[in-house]
């Protein structure tokens, strides 16, 4: 079982993000912050949200974790829970049942805390799977009992969050790099590829000759990183290396960088050497995605199937 640490001591922020590259959600770090607080949150059951109004809720089911979040009506965290699963397989659900036992978990225990029923939700799915995978992953959800309001692509849902004009959102998960260009405020293209935080873990167990949990936790570990950064570094250039294949043609301005595998040290500096585009980390980068799914929760928005 691999437990998050909040890593508000060593944030990652880029405080003021220069204009000329465009606008981006003037809310950003506040609403990340939150999020941190929220579902990385280790007081009692006891320690209930009152909150009356409207909620917008996500779940994320990630290959490494499986988050669900409650914004309230502002589009603020409140509430959230999260846990290691391997039920997700390089972004497609390959244990249904497992899923569907891990929501309704996440869903009692949010449930316990916000004292009030979660009915409804957002989830998503890696950009470009197909239809029949799409529709699994709203089945998770049904099984444990939320209706699914809206199926979104993941990388849609990152760029929901940073509200930005122009760039490159790239969501390096636990199995795959997702990503989105957006022009004009608009998504204009996505792509999603299999390398993710599990490879980095792999080649970690492999460099040490450890069992791949073991090098989970070591990976993970902020006193281990600088140590194990050459041997994860080739990881990171063959995320690069996708991310400037999909994007070089676009020609953009910056690349925000979120999803978990951001979360190594040195990950943003790899992806500029290699992309030569300005790459940046614009807040704590675990729960962007989860949050963007939540927010497109949004009342009268029913599920398109594409
Ligand atoms: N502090 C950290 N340093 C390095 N890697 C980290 C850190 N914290 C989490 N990770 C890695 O982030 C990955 C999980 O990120 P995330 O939750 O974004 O992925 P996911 O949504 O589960 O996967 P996917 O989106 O690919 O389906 C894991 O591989 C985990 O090891
Ligand atoms: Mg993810």
Redesign the pocket.
């Known amino acids: 079982m691999?437990t998050?640490?909040k890593?508000s001591e060593r944030r990652l922020v880029v405080p003021t993000l220069a204009t000329e590259t465009g606008k981006i959600n003037p809310r950003l770090q506040e609403v990340l912050d939150e999020a941190d607080r929220v579902i990385l949150y280790e007081g009692t059951a006891a320690s209930r949200v009152s909150y009356k109004g409207e909620m917008h809720v996500g779940v994320?089911?990630?290959?490494?974790?499986?988050?669900l979040v409650v914004l309230d009506e502002s589009m603020t965290p409140i509430a959230g829970a999260y846990q290691f699963a391997q039920v997700?397989r390089?972004?497609v659900v390959f244990d249904y049942i497992g899923a569907i036992s891990i929501v309704k978990k996440l869903k009692m225990q949010v449930e316990e805390r916000l004292g009030r029923k979660i009915e409804s939700a957002a989830t998503a799915y890696?950009p470009g799977v197909p239809l029949a995978e799409v529709r699994a992953t709203g089945n998770v959800l049904r099984g444990a009992g939320i209706e699914c309001s809206r199926l979104i692509d993941?990388a849609t849902a990152a760029s929901t969050v940073l509200q930005i004009d122009s760039g490159v959102v790239v969501?390096?998960?636990?199995?795959?790099t997702?990503l989105a260009v957006i022009e004009d405020g608009k998504v204009v293209y996505t792509a999603d590829e299999p390398t993710?935080?599990?490879h980095?873990?792999l080649v970690v167990a492999g460099a040490m000759h450890i069992p791949f949990m073991d090098a989970?936790a070591l990976?993970?570990n902020?006193a281990e990183?600088a140590r194990l950064f050459p041997a994860v570094k080739a990881v990171m250039e063959k995320v690069a290396t996708i991310v400037a294949r999909h994007v070089t043609s676009y020609g953009p301005k910056r690349i925000y960088l979120?999803?978990?595998?951001a979360?190594?040290p040195g990950m943003a500096q790899v992806i500029e050497d290699v992309t030569g585009i300005e790459t940046v980390i614009p807040g704590e980068?675990?729960f962007v995605?989860p949050i963007g799914i939540a927010m497109n929760n949004v009342a009268g928005e029913m599920a398109p199937l594409r």
């Open positions: 691999s998050l640490s890593v994320d089911l990630g290959t490494a974790y499986t988050v997700v390089e972004g890696p993941e969501d390096v998960g636990g199995g795959t997702k993710g935080g599990t980095f873990t989970e990976k993970t902020a990183q979120c999803g978990g595998s979360r190594f980068p675990l995605t």
